[in-house]
């Protein structure tokens, strides 16, 4: 079992953005996104134990189901980033995570919040299953110490467009 006090919540630390990650506007691409926090998915599933052993031992999984991303600062190429994470809820069979990637001087320049469901493949089609024993007792203690942590104020934004007055569009 994992010690939560002393897990690092660095899931990516000082990732190079290079010139292929980079689109017309000069700025880390929406693909260079997803890509990077696909990965720091990734990593967050192998500190709970989620990993290839696993998945071949019980045939389970873990599959996003919901994700958003805000873009708050942009990301130049070779500025490096980080992610870290912080877990906001969970259930016997989910997990919903806030990720947050932070530029070489520590700003937040996107959130990744996701939902993450536990999975059985069965031979009619994955179906939602309980985490194994030790991998929900991981997230029992990561989500013990996470609670304590301050909720971030954009965590369970909608997407929408925000009218200043009925019939305003706030981008007029």
């Known amino acids: 079992m994992i010690d939560p006090a002393n897990m690092s919540r660095e899931l990516i630390t000082d990732f190079p953005v290079t010139a292929e990650w980079i689109d017309l506007n000069r700025h880390l691409s ?30 389970c999984s873990v599959y996003t189901v919901e994700s958003h991303i805000t873009f ?17 809820d969970i259930s016997n069979k989910a997990a919903h995570v ?7 001087e520590g700003t937040v320049c996107a959130y990744h919040e996701c939902m993450l469901l536990h999975v059985k493949k069965w031979p009619t089609g994955p179906k939602p299953y309980p985490f194994g024993r030790y991998q929900l007792a991981n997230l029992v203690h990561v989500f ?10 954009r965590a369970g934004t909608r ?4 009218r200043e007055t009925e019939g305003t569009d706030s981008s007029d």
């Open 98 to 104: 806030l990720m947050m990637m932070r530029n070489s």
């Open 72 to 88: 708050l600062k942009e990301i130049l190429e070779g500025d490096a980033v980080s992610i870290s994470f912080q877990v906001l």
């Open 144 to 153: 013990s110490k996470d609670k304590e942590l301050a909720r971030p104020a």
């Open 30 to 59: 929406d693909i260079g996104y997803h890509t990077l926090f696909s990965r720091a998915e990734g990593e967050f599933h192998r500190k709970l134990e989620i990993d290839d052993e696993y998945r071949a031992a019980t045939l």
């Open 159 to 162: 997407i929408a467009i925000r």
